[in-house]
């Protein structure tokens, strides 16, 4: 889900967040003092999260994207890094470094399905994960503004020609971006822990997937998606799990280098 | 379908430029034009490459801004209006090359055509109307619009116009990259759609088709207009062949 | 950049004074300074500021923004210390292997990643550095992983280690300036024009025979170079090192983000940047660093995002900026020439060239050239023939194929069949687009490519290059060019300042510099007013008389029509017709193409 909202993000408004991953650390942190705070369990928190998030996507999108989408891949590239540092120290400064984690009556419940033992969260989070995009795929395909953020995406002379309101498109795709993020935050939140350079690790992995599926499919990214997750799954076995990352990695190299347009991309 | 008499002259206009200059980067595409569109007629504007008639459908759509002069549509200054709304008011562009979005199906494509309000309400009856323009499409209504030929493409295109219920239809070089009989065709169903009632403005290379359409043309040489005519007059003008070639 | 020759000697004093003072007061410092802490703090400035310099090379010069460079500062600094850890090998020796190592590693990996576009080559870039770290942090058999390597002490030149600061103090110095002659010495050479072209518009560049892929890897390899002795120093400054700290992502960030504060392309900018930023960032550390971790990096990304949106070129820019315009008022506008801005008047003469062959030989010919994009045919069974010294025209309606045609031969795009021969040399296939142009054929751009932040002087010395190596002589033969095109007045002006005519001009004037015996001109009276239009083609009939063949695409059928001594039609790839003006004007096929089928039919 990480890596949609960012494939939406580059698809149309081509560039590439940097600071995604710190989003889905604001995300996760937001889950948490909801639960310290209010005990709201982190999965209904979504209802809360996902308009939130979509709304700050729309405004950090206004305030600081939006003037640098014109300007050279330089500025932007920093643009989004420096949005990235002060969100890591933001959240440092707030929270300090410490891990924590949601622990709910059900965190370690576990279900047997057929002799294989699958964590209830993990499954949870998979079918709400599943939904959210289901759903997000129905809106794209259906309605106008998500046929609107597709058509940007492919041609943009005869988006405008259409009536399309470009500049409004792009924040509602950063806006929908973001709240992906944010949903998967909520998710995460009791399988995981959260600490301010959290967005980093997954964020990485995100590209990956991005890049794998193809950087401007949706359905690559869903797709990119489920094959890391099920690498991540097995190589608990094959592979010591630090070289998994160093696997991911090489991965990521080899495919910008030899198929960028990745499984499903297009170009 | 109706028909109804076309005289010059004392139709309202529907659109007017007085003394536009558009900048293209630097360039001075468009040097001082002037022209208007009548209600109900077919104009055309003819020239040669580079002589900036997509730059004058482009500032027309919003797409590029014009340093100075007006644009008038019915009676309203549309100058520095962003695209979207010159679309909500009813002038629309089948832009050069089609442009269609390749990988969504007709469908979809006449679907974002609607995408203005006045189109949406009108969504279920515009798309009949198109598909009786254009039986083809409804054969093809679920395959992707890059899959198409030149021919069927140029049909969605401006089927996918007409479904933004338009007042003023712009078509952008409609012939190019289409065989002769193709042409044929689709200059017949521009014919039938003005015969609705839609105003058409067409920008053409291939002036004897373009000629052979219009009610009234203007030659564009340069990014200035050098000639205007009633079409007869022109096809017969020695002038308009050296406006091309040069000699 | 450029200097100003004999004029300004006074200017130029002023200016040595103010370095001398400046060197002097650096050399002197180390050894002022007692307070520990602050000689520590001028070690650090050096250290960054000859970091930040080696980035800016590649980054700033060139435009190539890598976000993994911590990656080359890893592996000096491990490979240092291994070597001397393990088997005793002096740091110093340890260093130049460790440069070494990272050179051939930048090698294998930047050739590849230079082909992608930059928001993908600085994620490339990071993921690098981010495996070397994985690698550094679990290869403990080699690295000890996160334990880190700690060195003992002791001190000795031979060792790299000294027991007080300043012999540090001493060495950063050193290298620093090492950096900063090296950057001074490769902005004014040939190699820097190269380069700054490239950042600029990499295809343009290539048209005019900078080879741009070799230019990157060697801004890439003095870049890590200085990258990866810096991660000695390190070792050897703090004596312990981990994966953490050698291969962390945020000493990938802070060195282009000192090189924007500082001035972004400059020679001075990253020092700049070091010596503004490297004692804030430990203030606020001291300040707000116990309570507030991580505040001092707020301020970094805040400053980082205000930077790039509303102070792109840093202060050291800035600087350079006020600088260039204090000594342009000074000198008022050039008083060498006397003689005319327009260049209808009196086109300068070009230095005569050696015309060895006789006019009317067969300089260029095509045959059955073939191109396809995916299924659309472009060219077709295309032949045609360019005598030297002709005026030939290309024309043909909207999509016909012309700007085609030029891209295969300037190189841009390779044949899919079909020869072409120039000069008596077989060029089909020819490419990179560089290798055509040394051979002698030029071009201009249908959408013109100038290197908008080098002035219009420097834009042509680019292309004067092509066959001069030395700064001095180009700079001369350039003002020669520049007075030709009728620029003279804008010779020292940015080309992002000029006009589109003039930016034709400058096109034309640059393509020119690089001595074509066959220039390809695209487009370049399109859009021009009629005056301007006539200007234009009084100097391509000037190079046409000083020897230069010429063929050029044009839908100003007026300007073509003048100009040619003989035309080409191309309509849908193949060729239609060919002859003179008035032949090819009277062909049925041409008005067909042109005006439709019907149209003499309604004649």
């Known amino acids: 889900m990480i890596s949609i909202g960012l494939t939406l993000i580059f698809g149309v408004l081509e560039i590439i967040n940097f600071a995604h991953g710190e989003f889905l650390m604001l995300s996760m942190y937001a889950s948490f003092w909801l639960f310290q705070l209010y005990g709201v369990d982190p999965y209904l928190s979504i209802l809360v999260i996902l308009p939130a998030f979509f709304v700050i996507g729309l405004a950090i999108q206004r305030i600081t994207i939006q003037p640098v989408l014109n300007s050279p891949p330089l500025n932007q590239i920093f643009t989004t890094i420096g949005l990235s540092l002060i969100l890591q120290n933001v959240a440092l400064f707030l929270f300090k470094a410490d891990y924590r984690t949601v622990k709910t009556s059900y965190s370690d419940l576990g279900l047997n399905f057929v002799g294989l033992i699958i964590s209830f969260p993990r499954m949870i989070a998979f079918i709400l994960a599943m939904g959210i995009i289901a759903a997000l795929l129905i809106y794209l395909k259906s309605t106008y503004t998500g046929m609107a953020i597709r058509a940007l995406a492919q041609e943009r002379r005869a988006s405008m020609l259409m009536g399309i309101d470009v500049y409004k498109t792009y924040r509602i795709a950063f806006g929908i971006g973001i709240a992906c993020v944010g949903a998967a935050g909520s998710i995460l939140m009791p399988i995981y822990f959260v600490f301010p350079t959290v967005g980093s690790l997954f964020v990485l992995i995100a590209f990956v997937v991005v890049i794998l599926g193809g950087y401007n499919s949706l359905i690559g990214s869903l797709v990119g998606g489920l094959i890391i997750g099920v690498i991540e799954g097995f190589s608990g076995f094959f592979i010591s799990p630090h070289l998994k990352e160093a696997v991911y990695f090489v991965i990521f190299i080899f495919i910008l280098l030899f198929r960028p347009t990745g499984l499903f991309g297009r170009k | 379908m109706l028909t109804w008499e076309k005289d010059f002259g004392e139709g309202n206009e529907v659109l007017k430029l007085e003394n536009v200059i558009t900048h293209y980067g630097d360039v001075q595409a468009l040097q001082k034009v002037s022209f208007k569109v009548e209600e109900g007629q077919i104009v055309s504007i003819i020239g040669s490459n580079g002589s900036g008639k997509s730059t004058t459908l482009n500032t027309i759509s919003g797409v590029l801004a014009c340093s100075s002069g007006t644009i008038i549509f019915h009676d309203q200054r549309i100058n520095q209006t962003p695209p979207h709304q010159i679309v909500e008011a009813g002038i629309v562009q089948v832009p050069e090359g089609r442009r269609l979005f390749p990988y969504m199906t007709v469908y979809e494509n006449l679907k974002l055509g609607s995408f203005n309000s006045r189109g949406r309400t009108a969504l279920r009856e515009s798309i009949q109307e198109a598909y009786q323009y254009f039986p083809i499409l409804a054969e093809r209504r679920n395959q992707m619009a890059g899959t198409l030929s030149g021919g069927e493409q140029q049909m969605l295109a401006i089927g996918r116009g007409l479904m933004a219920k338009p007042k003023l239809l712009m078509l952008d070089e409609p012939s190019l990259g289409l065989a002769p009989l193709v042409v044929e065709q689709v200059f017949e169903t521009v014919k039938k759609i003005n015969l609705q009632k839609i105003t058409i403005l067409l920008v053409e290379q291939d002036v004897f088709e373009a000629l052979a359409l219009a009610d009234w043309a203007y030659v564009l040489e340069n990014g200035s207009i050098s000639m205007e005519g009633g079409a007869e007059e022109l096809l017969n003008n020695p002038q308009v062949k050296e406006a091309y070639l040069g000699i | ?603």
């Not at chain 3, 390190?234 to 983000?257: A, K, N, T, V």
């Not at chain 3, 080098?454 to 042509?460: A, H, P, R």
Request: glycine residues 10%; contains cysteine.
């Open chain 3, 1 to 603: 950049m450029t200097f100003f020759g004999r004029e300004i000697n006074h200017k130029s004093k002023a200016l040595s004074v103010i370095i001398v003072l400046a060197l002097l007061a650096l050399v002197a410092l180390p050894f002022l300074i007692r307070n520990e802490f602050y000689l520590d703090l001028l070690v650090m400035i050096f250290f960054w500021a000859t970091l930040a310099g080696a980035w800016n090379l590649l980054g700033g010069f060139a435009g190539q923004i890598s976000l993994g460079h911590t990656a080359y500062f890893g592996i000096g600094a491990y490979t240092s210390t291994l070597l001397y850890l393990n088997f005793s090998i002096s740091p110093w020796i340890g260093m130049f292997a460790g440069a070494a190592l990272s050179i051939l590693v930048a090698t294998v990996v930047g050739y590849p990643c230079f082909r992608l576009s930059s928001h993908f080559f600085a994620l490339a870039t990071i993921a690098f550095a981010e495996v070397l770290r994985l690698l550094a942090a679990y290869w403990r058999g080699l690295t000890k992983g996160g334990l880190g390597l700690l060195t003992p002490f002791k001190p000795g030149l031979a060792y790299f280690m000294f027991d007080n600061k300043m012999a540090y103090a001493y060495i950063a110095l050193a290298f620093m300036l090492f950096m900063v002659l090296v950057s001074w010495a490769i902005q004014r050479s040939r190699f820097g024009f190269y380069l700054i072209s490239l950042r600029e518009d990499q295809d343009g560049a290539e048209s005019l025979g900078v080879d741009t892929h070799r230019g990157k890897m060697v801004a890439l390899i003095i870049s890590v170079f200085f990258t990866s002795a810096m991660g000695t120093f390190y070792s050897q400054y703090f004596q312990f090192i981990d994966p953490e700290s050698c291969f962390s992502i945020s000493l990938s960030i802070q060195l282009p983000l000192l090189s924007i504060i500082g001035g972004l392309g400059t020679v001075l900018g990253p020092v700049l940047g070091a010596f503004l930023l490297t004692p804030i960032d430990v203030l606020l550390r001291g300040w707000l660093g116990g309570v507030f971790a991580g505040l001092n990096l707020i301020v970094y990304g805040a400053i980082l995002i205000g930077a790039v949106m509303y102070f792109p070129i840093g202060v050291g820019g800035w600087i350079k900026i006020r600088w260039e315009r204090w000594l342009k008022d000074k000198m008022g506008s050039p008083a060498i020439s006397s003689k005319p801005e327009s260049a209808i008047t009196s086109p300068q003469p070009l230095k005569s060239r050696e015309v060895n062959k006789a006019d009317g030989q067969i300089l260029f010919e095509v045959r059955s050239l073939e191109k396809h994009f995916g299924g659309l045919q472009a060219v077709r069974n295309l032949s045609f023939q360019i005598k030297r010294g002709e005026i030939v025209g290309l024309i043909g309606p909207n999509g016909a194929g012309k700007t085609t045609i030029f891209n295969l031969i300037s190189g841009f795009y390779s044949a899919d069949g079909g020869e072409m021969e120039f000069n008596g040399h077989r060029i089909t296939g020819l490419a990179p687009p560089h290798k055509v142009c040394r051979k002698g054929i030029g071009r201009t751009f249908q959408i013109v490519k100038p290197f908008s932040n080098m002035s219009v002087l420097d834009n042509i010395m680019v292309g004067v290059f092509c066959r001069l190596k030395d700064p001095r002589k180009s700079r001369i033969e350039a003002l020669t060019m520049t007075d030709f095109a009728g620029l003279s007045k804008h010779r020292f002006s940015p080309a992002s300042s000029l006009t589109i005519a003039d930016r034709k001009r400058l096109e034309l004037a640059r393509a020119l510099a690089t001595k074509p015996d066959l220039l390809l001109l695209d487009e370049v009276v399109a859009g021009l007013t009629p005056r301007e239009t006539k200007e234009l083609m009084s100097i391509i009939q000037a190079i046409s008389a000083q020897g230069v063949t010429i063929l050029m695409i044009e839908h100003v059928m007026k300007a073509v029509m003048a100009l040619s001594g003989r035309i080409i039609v191309i309509h849908h790839g193949e060729k239609i017709a060919e002859g003179t003006p008035a032949e090819v004007g009277e062909n049925k096929a041409v008005i067909d193409a042109y005006l439709g089928k019907g149209f003499r039919r309604g004649k």
